[in-house]
């Protein structure tokens, strides 16, 4: 399963590091950076959204502000023609980009955290598994995720890196198309964790 594992090293400074951390899975690759969401150039990016579908803060916030309006035009007639009482948690819709790089915007509700036995785990490996099969349904070849849940829903990140990884590793396995999964780290001390995680599980 894992071939190809290699750190490439670019310019680091403004906490934007541009290292990449990457494995080759099937004849996708799964890479880890540390950056932005909203700058990334992927097919798709991951929006961290809320059931509400109406905006917030974190992930949430930046996309809609850089995006435009467009973004929330288009969630109104989601709401409004598919999820009236809102997004359930673990699944996903897309939207527009707006004037964001990334042409879509795959909007998903990770699972708030209340100690770990709330189905946590499976909620959160279903938000990842329904935004690659979204992306695949509509053609994006490449996909960005930021780490969902564990900002404002407070996911511990050591557990929830594991089940991120695990569950695109998994789809990656069974599914052909996607060539590029990107997850976009917020900070150094974040990517660390991630790269950790990689690490065990490689
Ligand atoms: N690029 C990449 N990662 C980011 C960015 C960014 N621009 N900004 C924050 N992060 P969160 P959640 C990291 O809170 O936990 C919103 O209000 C952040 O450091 O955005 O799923 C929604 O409307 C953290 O590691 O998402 C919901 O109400 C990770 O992204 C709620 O928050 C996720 O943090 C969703 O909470």
């Not at 590793?169 to 060539?179: A, S, T, V």
């Given at each position: 399963?894992?071939?190809?594992m290699?750190?490439?090293?670019?310019?680091?400074?403004?906490?934007?590091?541009?290292?990449?951390?990457?494995?080759?899975?099937?004849?996708?690759?799964?890479?880890?950076?540390?950056?932005?969401?909203?700058?990334?150039?992927?097919d798709?990016?991951?929006?961290a959204?809320?059931?509400?579908?109406?905006?917030?803060?974190?992930?949430?916030?930046?996309?809609?502000?850089?995006?435009?309006?467009?973004?929330?035009?288009?969630?109104?007639i989601?709401?409004?023609e598919?999820?009236?009482?809102?997004?359930?948690?673990g699944?996903?819709?897309?939207?527009?980009?707006?004037?964001?790089?990334?042409?879509?915007?795959?909007?998903?509700?990770?699972?708030?955290?209340?100690?770990?036995?709330?189905?946590?785990?499976?909620?959160?490996?279903?938000?990842?598994?329904?935004?690659?099969?979204?992306?695949?349904?509509?053609?994006?070849?490449?996909?960005?995720?930021?780490?969902i849940?564990?900002?404002?829903?407070?996911?511990?990140?050591?557990?929830?890196?594991?089940?991120?990884?695990?569950a695109?590793?998994?789809?990656?396995?069974?599914?052909?198309?996607?060539?590029?999964?990107?997850?976009v780290?917020?900070?150094?001390?974040?990517?660390?964790?991630?790269?950790?995680?990689?690490?065990?599980?490689?």
């Amino acid at each position: 399963m894992f071939e190809d594992m290699k750190t490439i090293t670019g310019e680091s400074g403004n906490n934007e590091r541009k290292n990449s951390r990457g494995i080759r899975v099937g004849t996708a690759r799964i890479n880890l950076v540390c950056g932005d969401i909203t700058e990334q150039e992927t097919d798709a990016i991951v929006n961290a959204a809320n059931s509400s579908l109406m905006g917030g803060g974190g992930v949430d916030g930046a996309i809609h502000r850089k995006g435009g309006a467009e973004i929330l035009e288009e969630c109104k007639i989601i709401r409004q023609e598919s999820y009236p009482e809102g997004l359930p948690t673990g699944k996903a819709v897309m939207t527009t980009g707006g004037k964001l790089k990334a042409k879509r915007v795959i909007h998903t509700v990770g699972p708030i955290w209340y100690g770990g036995d709330k189905g946590e785990q499976e909620l959160l490996s279903q938000a990842y598994r329904n935004c690659l099969a979204l992306a695949l349904e509509n053609g994006a070849k490449t996909i960005s995720f930021p780490s969902i849940s564990t900002g404002a829903y407070g996911y511990p990140i050591e557990k929830a890196s594991l089940v991120a990884l695990r569950a695109v590793i998994g789809f990656l396995e069974k599914n052909e198309g996607i060539k590029e999964v990107r997850f976009v780290l917020h900070s150094i001390h974040d990517l660390k964790i991630y790269e950790n995680t990689f690490t065990e599980i490689s």
